[in-house]
T-cell receptor, first 115, second 123 residues
Framework: AQSVTQLGSHVSVSEGALVLLRCNYS??????LFWYVQYPNQGLQLLLK??????LVKGINGFEAEFKKSETSFHLTKPSAHMSDAAEYFC?????????????FGKGTKLSVIP | GAVVSQHPSRVICKSGTSVKIECRSL??????MFWYRQFPKKSLMLMAT?????????EQGVEKDKFLINHASLTLSTLTVTSAHPEDSSFYIC???????????????????FGPGTRLTVL
């Protein structure tokens, strides 16, 4: 079984400031990890994912995340927030290996960007 | 690439009627699609896994007779909410599993791509 914990249901940052959204996971086997973004009344858009290989993953819109096995974390960062980054962000985990396609989502973190 | 569409985007219906929501993978074939339900200010709850050519697998607590799922082709899955009631009002989101390969368009292999969602309001 796997689970995801997103610390902070709501994060506010000033425009131009660092964005840090926290995600911790638990998984019985090596996980695949994902970050999705959801704008109001829209579906989810994949930002980035980690499966194997390089632990620092770069995604769209300037976001990146680092897989830290020792800390069971996959925090999402962006050096400089933009007003258009305001949205809900979901971290998700999936078990690696064939036959394990279901995603388990965290509860989401709403990011507000203050001008 | 790896685009998933949903139709309709918004539907309002009277209590007791049935509503069908379509989920299509536009540029890739998907043997597996998923249906989620999202309550206001909540995360996504997986309702069922839809497999092409076979019966859907429902999560615990989801009524299969209430939420009928059909996955008749490699690019289309449908969710029918039967005899809808106000408590069924929600945001329904589908996703399709992109497997890559000869029929797949550009995208991350073995990743779920999500549709834009359908807002259902039952009066």
């Amino acid at each position: 079984a796997q689970s995801v914990t997103q610390l902070g249901s709501h994060v506010s940052v000033s425009e131009g400031a660092l964005v840090l959204l926290r995600c911790n996971y638990s998984s019985s086997v090596p996980p695949y990890l994902f970050w999705y973004v959801q704008y109001p009344n829209q579906g989810l858009q994949l930002l980035l994912k980690y499966t194997t290989g390089a632990t620092l993953v770069k995604g769209i819109n300037g976001f990146e995340a680092e897989f830290k096995k020792s800390e069971t974390s996959f925090h999402l960062t962006k050096p400089s927030a933009h007003m258009s980054d305001a949205a809900e962000y979901f971290c998700a985990v999936r078990l690696s290996g064939a036959g394990s396609y279901q995603l388990t989502f965290g509860k989401g973190t709403k990011l507000s960007v203050i001008p | 690439g790896a685009v998933v569409s949903q139709h309709p985007s918004r539907v309002i219906c009277k209590s007791g009627t049935s509503v069908k929501i379509e989920c299509r993978s536009l540029d890739f074939q998907a043997t597996t699609m998923f249906w989620y339900r999202q309550f206001p200010k909540k995360s996504l709850m997986l309702m069922a896994t839809s497999n092409e050519g076979s019966k859907a697998t429902y999560e615990q607590g989801v009524e299969k007779d209430k939420f009928l799922i059909n996955h008749a082709s490699l690019t289309l899955s449908t969710l029918t909410v039967t005899s809808a009631h106000p408590e069924d009002s929600s945001f329904y989101i589908c996703s399709a599993r992109f497997q890559g390969g000869a029929f797949g368009g550009p995208g991350f292999r073995d990743t779920q791509y999500f549709g834009p969602g359908t807002r259902l309001t039952v009066l």
